[in-house]
C-alpha cells in the first residue's frame, strides 16, 4: 500500500512531556498537511507545506508546536511540554499540485495522543 | 473564512433504506466541496468531490452529492445502505481561489450513520 503513512499510531504520553510524529505522504505528492481532531469534531487545520516550505500556520499552532518537513519528503510534528489539552488525534494528509487551484488531500491513520 | 454546518450529529437508519445527510456551508468566496468518511479508529476516506460541471457528483460505494449553490448545501445520499456504510461522515469545503487560506480543508463536526440490522 503506498498510502500516506503516520507514525506511531497511538501515545500515551505525561504531562510535560515533549512528543514527535512523523507522517510519510504518497511518494510523489509535493503537499502535506497537519490537522488535529478532538473527541466529537471534525479535523482542524494546523498547517501546511509545499515541498519542504511551511507556508501555512494555524492560529491553533501555538508555539509549543514546531513541524518540519526537511527535503521535501515525510514530516515531523513535535509537542513540547504537553498539555492535557493536547490529547487529540494528529491527522496528516497529503497531495499532488494540480494545474487548477485545488487538489484532492488523501488522509493518513492519524496518531491519537493521550496526555495523562 | 469558510464554515460548514453538518446538521444532524446522529443518523440511525435501518439496513437497505435510503438515507440523506444534510450538509450546508458559509464562505465570502465560491468553494470546493468535498465528503470524507471515517471509520472507527481510522483517518479519512474520500468519498466523493464537486469541484465544477454537473452539480450532481457521484462517489464510491454507491453515494452520491448535490451541490446547490442557492441554498448553500451539499447533502449527501445513498439509496440504500448496508451494514458496512456504520461510520462518521465528514463534509468539507476549500476555498476557490489560489493563495493564503486557499489550501486548508474546512471540515464539519460529522454525522454518525448507524445502519440497524
Known amino acids: 500500500d503506498t498510502g500516506v503513512s503516520q507514525d506511531p499510531r497511538h501515545k500515551i504520553t505525561k504531562r510535560g512531556q515533549n512528543v514527535t510524529f512523523r507522517c510519510d505522504p504518497i511518494?510523489?505528492?509535493?503537499?502535506l498537511y497537519w490537522y488535529r481532531q478532538t473527541l466529537g469534531q471534525g479535523p482542524e487545520f494546523l498547517t501546511y507545506?509545499?515541498?519542504?516550505?511551511?507556508?501555512?500556520k494555524s492560529r491553533l499552532l501555538s508555539d509549543r508546536f514546531s513541524a518540519e518537513r526537511p527535503k521535501g519528503s515525510f514530516s515531523t510534528l513535535e509537542i513540547q511540554r504537553t498539555e492535557q489539552g493536547d490529547s487529540a488525534m494528529y491527522l496528516c494528509?497529503?497531495?499532488?499540485?494540480?494545474?487548477?487551484?485545488?487538489?484532492?488531500?488523501?488522509f493518513g491513520p492519524g496518531t491519537r495522543l493521550t496526555v495523562l | 473564512a469558510q464554515s460548514v454546518t453538518q446538521l444532524d450529529s446522529q443518523v440511525p437508519v435501518f439496513e437497505e433504506a435510503p438515507v440523506e445527510l444534510r450538509c450546508n456551508y458559509s464562505s465570502s468566496v465560491s468553494v470546493y466541496l468535498f465528503w470524507y468518511v471515517q471509520y472507527p479508529n481510522q483517518g479519512l476516506q474520500l468519498l466523493l468531490k464537486y469541484l465544477s460541471g454537473s452539480t450532481l457528483v457521484k462517489g464510491i460505494n454507491g453515494f452520491e452529492a448535490e451541490f446547490n449553490k442557492s441554498q448553500t448545501s451539499f447533502h449527501l445520499r445513498k439509496p440504500s445502505v448496508h451494514i458496512s456504510d456504520t461510520a462518521e461522515y465528514f463534509c468539507?469545503?476549500?476555498?476557490?481561489?489560489?493563495?493564503?487560506?486557499?489550501?486548508?480543508?474546512?471540515f464539519g463536526k460529522g454525522t454518525k450513520l448507524s445502519v440497524i440490522p
Open positions: 494528509a497529503s497531495s499532488l499540485r494540480g494545474s487548477g487551484s485545488t487538489d484532492t488531500q488523501y
Open positions: 507545506f509545499q515541498n519542504e516550505a511551511q507556508l501555512e
Open positions: 468539507a469545503v476549500s476555498a476557490r481561489y489560489s493563495g493564503a487560506g486557499s489550501y486548508q480543508l474546512t
Open positions: 511518494s510523489e505528492h509535493n503537499r
